[in-house]
């Protein structure tokens, strides 16, 4: 039976650096593509939904021949991002009901490092996400989304839970660490979460409970698998 997934996608053209500058950025297009076309290809639906309902910005620098495997394979990328009518007419993410999905997944870059890290709309949705027990995608950057997910104690909603993000030796390596206002593993550690990290690249997810997570842009198509297999179980 085909499933309904929600894509919680970032509204941010940029991130807000340490020093008041604005870092160009948006989604990652593997983080995005690569779930995307896992989930079409299984005859699954997607909605996508924004902050605000506005158009997700591609990271210009994700489509670059040396982020996927040269020439041929960003030229596949982006034609998958511009064929993905969904991307063009996102929904409002205050607006989703989490009963109309059967599961939500969060591709990163560094745009919800700037709102859905502090998005409560987002931090809700996660919340009754993760108690409802349907399977729950966070990817890369993603997991900054899990920084708003506060429950009525004051606590953060995946505190004790098992993830995989991008690392501090990650962001260290892409050159931005030492620009940054915060890390995101830093700030994760600090509301709780406990970051398994693998090695700097490549493929890591990270199955705790419903929760499935994904260290970097490697990591979006085995989590993509991993989602697939839970919702046809």
């Not at 079409?40 to 495997?69: C, E, I, M, Q």
């Not at 009525?152 to 501090?168: I, K, L, P, Q, S």
Request: contains cysteine; glycine residues 10%; aromatic residues 6%.
């Amino acid at each position: 039976m085909p499933k309904k997934i929600l894509f919680v996608m970032t509204g941010a053209d940029h991130w807000t650096l340490a020093d008041g500058t604005r870092h160009p950025t948006g989604f990652w297009a593997e983080e995005a593509a690569a779930p995307y076309e896992a989930f079409k290809a299984a005859g699954h639906t997607v909605t996508v939904a924004t902050p605000g309902g506005v158009v997700p910005t591609v990271d210009a620098g994700s489509l670059a021949p040396d982020f996927n495997g040269g020439e041929e394979g960003a030229r596949r990328v982006a034609e998958v991002l511009a064929d993905a009518e969904e991307l063009k007419s996102p929904v409002v993410l205050a607006d989703v009901r989490l009963d109309d999905y059967d599961a939500v997944f969060y591709p990163g870059g560094h745009g919800p490092m700037e709102d859905l890290a502090v998005d409560a709309d987002s931090g809700r949705l996660l919340v009754r996400a993760l108690a409802s027990g349907k399977p729950l995608g966070v990817v890369c950057h993603g997991p900054a989304a899990l920084l708003a997910a506060v429950g009525e104690d004051g606590a953060n909603a995946f505190a004790g839970y098992r993830v995989a993000a991008f690392t501090n030796e990650e962001e260290t390596q892409a050159g931005l660490a030492d620009k940054a206002a915060w890390l995101l593993e830093d700030r994760l550690v600090a509301a709780g979460v406990e970051v398994q990290a693998g090695e700097p690249w490549a493929p890591n997810v990270v199955v705790d409970r419903n929760l499935v997570t994904g260290q970097n842009p490697a990591s979006a198509a085995p989590l993509a698998a991993e989602l697939l297999k839970r919702l046809s179980a």
